[in-house]
């Protein structure tokens, strides 16, 4: 009895056994059919986050094509030079801002004309920015030039994408006889396509005062550890000239500050934004700010200079520190 109770046990002992190596086995064979579902990897297998890295890579570059947008301009011309015309392509981003690529081009002609000349002046949206270049082109041919937007210039626009580049240009043009032409001055716009919507548009403007279609608006104020900077925006809606600001009088929580060497100047049908830095070592609490301009329009070799002074602005600030 003892040795039938002992060979039975054994004998349930080894089905129990048994049960567990087969349960072991069907829950190993499990993982390994379900094992990229689960994220398990085997030893000998190397992780997939190179796979993995490129897809994210992938859904980040489209989305930045989607937000940078396109710029495909061809065969168009400057308005205000004749004979010119322009290409522009390859809208790139990176963290110093944006590049592009600008053509400036002559048709073929029997007189062999040359065009020498300069980009002075780029506005994005309106914007001014600190861009410039010189050209050279010959009789049917392309002269390449690639611009670059500074992200500086940007941000002190409060700018991250933009609709429309406009590029002002200055050319002489030669003939094949050696005989130059007068100067001439024009621009040329070019738009960017957007899957995105673009909105540049500042909200909350406070006006300061408008003189000679030239308006100053108070924006907004930001900070860092070091300094308060209170935003204004200079629009020129003047179309024959630029216009350039000073400060009249400046008091802070009251009391008069001393005048910055400040002068802004915007070009004609531009807008620039720009800021005052007020130490914190002068001031820890920002609570209040009364400012004047003098304004000075029509600033050309043909027009007399026109002077303004704007009102007082006054400005309360809600516990900014």
């Known amino acids: 009895m003892d040795e039938y109770e002992k060979k039975s046990n054994n004998f349930i002992g080894l089905i129990i056994i048994l049960f567990i190596i087969i349960g072991l086995g069907v829950g190993a064979f499990y993982l390994f059919k379900n094992r990229e579902k689960l994220d398990i990897t085997l030893p000998w297998e190397e992780k997939p986050e190179k796979a993995k890295d490129n897809n994210k890579n992938e859904e980040d570059d489209i989305d930045k094509a989607l937000k940078l947008g396109k710029l495909d301009v061809n065969d168009k011309p400057i308005n205000g030079i004749q004979g010119l015309r322009v290409f522009a392509n390859n809208l790139q981003q990176d963290d110093k801002g944006y590049t592009f690529d600008f053509y400036v081009s002559i048709p073929e002609s029997r007189s062999k004309v040359m065009a020498e000349g300069e980009i002075f002046k780029v506005l994005v949206d309106n914007y001014e920015t600190s861009t410039t270049a010189n050209f050279y082109v010959e009789d049917g041919n392309k002269e390449k030039v690639t611009l670059r937007i500074l ?162 602005y006054t400005k309360t600030f809600a516990n900014k520190k």
């Open 151 to 312: 992200r500086t210039d940007l941000d002190s626009n409060d700018i991250e994408r933009f609709n429309e580049i406009t590029v002002y240009v200055r050319s002489s043009i030669t003939d094949g006889y050696n005989e130059s032409l007068k100067e001439s001055e024009g621009f040329v716009s070019l738009l960017i396509h957007h899957e995105i919507s673009v909105n540049n548009e500042k909200k909350g403007l406070q006006l300061v005062d408008e003189k000679d279609k030239t308006n100053i608006s108070y924006y907004t104020l930001k900070e860092d550890k070091e300094n308060f900077y209170l935003y204004f925006l200079l629009d020129n809606k003047r179309t024959t000239s630029s216009s350039t600001i000073y400060i009249k009088k400046l008091s802070i929580n009251g009391k008069s500050y001393p005048l910055p060497d400040f002068k802004e100047t915007v070009y004609k049908g531009a807008k620039k934004c720009f800021y005052l830095k007020i130490p914190k070592k002068d001031y820890k609490t920002l609570e209040s700010m009364r400012i004047s301009f003098f304004i000075v329009t029509g600033e050309t070799k043909d027009t007399k200079e026109s002077y303004y002074i704007t009102n007082d």
